[in-house]
């Protein structure tokens, strides 16, 4: 288990550059440095600007940045209630199996309750087999009907550019 040190705080655009450092690591990690595109100035627009996107929690023990976990709001039709969908949850490998990352999730659920959600979801890599041992010893439960879909990219944009005609005045 973690320390007494640890602290659980809410990142600011100050944090950019950290956070910016946590998600290459995690890219890593993942086998995926060569997709990360983002810079510092699109994590503060998007994270901190005038419209956040999304919310960031770094988990710091003694005072070093260990953990992040990057989440927004979803919505449940079924539910008729909001939800958290948890983005990203990293944690450094040398502080990884402290507990830290069961903190982080203990946060979001405290704030999804908080909030009135209905439930916090995720994804998580299918050959990520620590991640998933660790999510399945939380009670969480895998959801194996389901199927994640994803525009990116030039399919993104032809679709976004057919609705110009599909658009009755």
């Known amino acids: 288990m973690c320390t007494a040190d640890l602290t659980i705080r809410e990142a600011t655009g100050d944090d950019a550059a950290l956070l910016l450092a946590l998600i290459c690591e995690l ?24 419209r956040p996107a999304a919310e960031v929690l770094i988990a710091e023990l003694a005072g070093e940045p260990v953990a992040f976990a990057l989440f927004f709001p979803s919505f449940s039709t079924f539910l008729g209630r909001p939800g958290i969908y948890l983005e990203d949850l990293f944690v450094r490998e040398a502080w990884r199996g ?7 999730l203990a946060r979001l659920a405290y ?58 005045p």
């Open 111 to 168: 704030l999804a309750v908080e909030r009135g959600c209905g439930r916090l979801e995720w994804s998580v890599l299918d050959w990520n087999r620590p991640a998933i041992d660790f999510y399945r010893a939380l009670g969480a439960q895998p959801l194996d009907d389901w199927t994640v879909f994803r525009l990116t990219g030039e399919q993104l944009a032809t679709l976004a550019a057919s609705a110009a005609t599909a658009l009755v």
């Open 27 to 50: 890219a890593a990690y993942e086998n995926l440095a060569h997709a990360v595109v983002a810079t510092e100035e699109q994590l503060r627009h998007w994270l901190f600007g005038e």
């Open 98 to 104: 402290r507990g830290i990352g069961k903190s982080l």
